[in-house]
């Protein structure tokens, strides 16, 4: 009876020596690196394809009007960019200080980053020159707008919801999430050039998934950062003076 008696209390310590050991595991180096890789290799991937369609309009584009011409070249290099200086970021970011729990927040957070992506497989609109050069400037502007911003995130940048230090400069002085507004800019360029009730669907989702990145990456920043909570009183979300 004693033996018997004693195997709920060793079952006990078993379960919290292996949290023990599993929280270790998460806050280890090596887990924080074997988390980088997939999407390091995504980013990998993306940038070589980018590099392929640049080289491929190069070569089928020749005769395209000179500006026309030169606002692709311009958005496919800005494509190559953003990614060159996300893969940067990703490789270089510190180790998080805090973290979103429950699979929610991971989802949002894959979800708002990869849905977009899906638009590539719907039909592509024919547009008019004009239309087609007010998407090539979106994408091109938001390109440019991302790689801004990642430079002043360093080594804070995040896909997850997590916390790896509180940027309040710069641009981040007046806008609490303005890469997801340099994305979204980006989206809505490329979601032009695959214009359907399909795309704008898509676009929708995927935006909503974006909100909620952003509620769940307050409520970790302003858990480990208590300055957050001022910070977020006196700035606007998106838009200045909007939301």
Not at 35 to 61: E, K, Q, T, V
Request: hydrophobic fraction near 50%; charged fraction near 15%; aromatic fraction near 10%.
């Amino acid at each position: 009876m004693a033996i018997t008696s004693d195997l709920p209390k060793e079952r006990g310590v078993a379960g919290r020596q292996l949290g023990v050991a599993l929280l270790q595991l998460r806050q280890s180096r090596g887990y924080d690196i074997a988390m980088r890789l997939p999407l390091l290799l995504w980013c990998g991937f993306l940038a070589i394809s980018a590099a392929n369609d640049l080289m491929g309009y190069i070569g089928a584009a020749a005769g395209a009007p000179p500006l026309i011409y030169a606002v692709n070249i311009a958005m496919r290099l800005s494509l190559i960019g953003f990614f060159a200086v996300l893969l940067a970021s990703v490789m270089l970011r510190g180790p998080p200080l805090d973290k979103a729990q429950g699979i929610e927040p991971r989802l949002s957070a894959l979800l708002g980053t990869l849905l977009i992506t899906a638009i590539a497989f719907l039909p592509r609109r024919d547009l008019s020159p004009e239309l087609g050069m007010l998407s090539t400037a979106l994408i091109l502007c938001g390109n440019a707008f991302a790689i801004a911003v990642l430079f002043r995130l360093g080594r804070s940048f995040s896909v997850m919801a997590e916390a790896r230090g509180l940027v309040t400069g710069g641009l981040y002085r007046h806008i609490r999430h303005p890469l997801y507004v340099a994305e979204e800019i980006a989206a809505v360029g490329c979601a032009m050039q695959f214009f359907s009730l399909w795309a704008v669907l898509l676009l929708a989702v995927q935006f909503g998934f974006q909100l909620r990145r952003m509620a769940n990456e307050e409520r970790v920043l302003e858990r480990q950062f208590p300055e957050y909570a001022r910070y977020r009183r006196t700035t606007a979300r998106l838009i200045p003076g909007i939301y």
